[in-house]
């Protein structure tokens, strides 16, 4: 049997925009993704803003119809028609921790909400003592369930937030971003419910952030996207230490190293130019334009996502 839970192949997420009276014109916020993860393991998801990151998360729990590709979940499809039938095993932790929650609802209300839904309870005693043992799981107080989200710090309401997702249970969740929002200290104690929870309870994650130093810690496996398009996948600790890609060798070098010596001798890598427009994609590669090794060919066509050995992959013709 397959460890993979969940496997992406050639996933597009397309949103029509209008650029003249009768004309729209596709954004390719997500083109021709793919990646698989294994069952109980983060795979790490980065890339500057507007690259695609979230959407991709977005579009694997279907809260974006996908334009195109295949989702498999545990082996089977996932479409428009059968989505409902996975939303118990999938679930996601938003970035803003305020604004993903409702204002006019009690936490207690909060996370029950996904037990009313699915209805995983007999009776109200069983309702509040799951609610309560959730509230435990990430951290917080029973006494917290009567209150609402305003009466709470950052990190508090992101814990409300993991809570609600853990309620059905889920084998896989979406990280957009969770402690992007938070104070460093803050940061560090969501990470650590994080890492706890996967632990007892075996998720797997597809953790999105910009923090570098985060995701190495976080993740088995990082992938690194540009434009909508994966660039790199690797071994968490073999792309932060050998990147291959000119985008990835960039984004390595601006990660800050604790020991002064080492940081001094450093060569900080700046890319020149500006990201290109996702309504007018340049030909052939995406990041040849900012490439100081783009050729002919890279703008000729698109660089395949090919394995360079040990399960590094790498979308680059001169890498």
Request: hydrophobic share 35%; charged share 25%.
């Amino acid at each position: 049997m397959s460890g993979k839970l969940l496997e992406v192949k050639n996933l597009k997420q397309y949103f029509p925009i209008k650029t003249g009276l009768f004309e729209t014109t596709p954004l390719k916020a997500v083109d021709d993704v793919s990646f698989s993860i294994e069952k109980g393991e983060t795979l790490g998801l980065v890339g500057e803003s507007g690259c695609g990151k979230t959407t991709v998360g977005r579009s694997l729990l279907h809260l974006y119809r996908p334009t195109g590709g295949e989702i498999y979940y545990d082996g089977k499809p996932v479409n428009a028609k059968n989505i409902e039938s996975y939303r118990k095993d999938m679930q996601m932790v938003f970035q803003d921790p305020y604004s993903s929650l409702n204002p006019r609802m009690t936490v207690g209300d909060i996370i029950g909400e996904p037990l009313d839904i699915h209805r995983l309870y007999s009776n109200k005693q069983e309702r509040k003592e799951k609610i309560e043992y959730l509230l435990d799981l990430v951290g917080l107080s029973s006494e917290h369930a009567t209150r609402y989200a305003h009466e709470f710090s950052g990190g508090q309401r992101q814990r409300i937030g993991i809570a609600r997702a853990l309620a059905v249970d889920p084998k896989f969740i979406v990280c957009d971003e969770p402690v992007s929002a938070l104070d460093v200290s803050i940061q560090a104690q969501i990470i650590n419910t994080f890492e706890d929870l996967q632990i007892k309870l075996g998720i797997a994650y597809l953790f999105i952030a910009h923090d570098l130093l985060i995701v190495q810690h976080m993740s088995r496996r990082i992938a690194v996207m540009y434009l909508g398009k994966l660039v790199e996948l690797a071994n968490a600790d073999e792309l932060c230490e050998h990147p291959v890609h000119p985008y990835s060798v960039s984004l390595m070098s601006a990660v800050p190293v604790p020991d002064p010596k080492m940081a001094r001798s450093r060569r900080r890598i700046v890319l020149e130019g500006d990201v290109p427009s996702p309504l007018r994609m340049p030909s052939g590669c995406a990041f040849r334009t900012r490439c100081r090794y783009a050729t002919e060919k890279c703008a000729e066509a698109t660089p395949p996502l090919t394995d360079r050995g040990g399960e590094h992959f790498v979308a680059c013709w001169n890498a």
